[in-house]
């Protein structure tokens, strides 16, 4: 991870500490492991959750199994994963439920620090030159492209990793 991506997740959980999720996070009736699944959620400490530990509630939150306000408390580490390409779930559910929980509609200083998290997240895997960002690539772009409001900006930053490159290249012959 850049240091840019780590100082976003920094403030993510800075910001987003006032959120409190808890044992009795409610959920649809008919998941009769709803206990055990709260347990399980919070048998660690937000920063020690897997990808592993937050697929299930990723995948549910917001529909089927806890509010906004769940969702909230655990972004800082669903965010923070995405970054490290171990999404802990679909990375397009992860994002469509930012939408759910009506991000736009969300304290000023949150909204900027989620599109800015965005607009770092794109520019890491720009210049990640692992296999595992080349074969998240697409999955990463799509979603960013359709969750960032200003796509030209996501253009710009490609279009200058790309400058970047050849300017490298060139310097080499």
């Not at 399980?40 to 400490?45: G, R, Y």
């Not at 529909?63 to 994963?81: A, M, Q, V």
């Not at 490290?84 to 991000?103: C, D, M, N, Q, T």
């Not at 710009?156 to 490298?168: G, P, V």
């Amino acid at each position: 991870m850049t240091s840019k991506i780590e100082k976003i997740i920094a403030q993510l959980y800075e910001t987003f500490e006032k959120y409190h999720s808890n044992l009795s996070m409610s959920g649809s009736p008919l998941y009769g492991d709803l206990e055990k699944w709260n347990q399980e959620l919070f048998s660690k400490s937000l920063k020690d959750l897997s990808d592993e530990d937050l697929s299930r509630f990723t995948g549910k939150a917001i529909t089927t199994w806890g509010n906004e306000l769940d969702y909230k408390h655990f972004l800082p580490r669903i965010f923070e994963l995405i970054a490290e390409l171990r999404s802990p779930y679909e990375i397009w559910i992860a994002f469509e439920k930012l939408s759910l929980a009506g991000w736009k509609n969300w304290k000023e200083e949150e909204q900027k620090l989620v599109q800015e998290y965005m607009i770092v997240l794109w520019e890491s895997m720009l210049y990640d030159e692992s296999e595992k960002a080349a074969s998240e690539f697409q999955n990463y772009f799509a979603v960013i492209a359709h969750f960032y409001p200003i796509f030209n900006d996501l253009l710009i930053l490609w279009r200058l990793q790309n400058l970047k490159l050849q300017l490298n290249i060139c310097q080499t012959l």
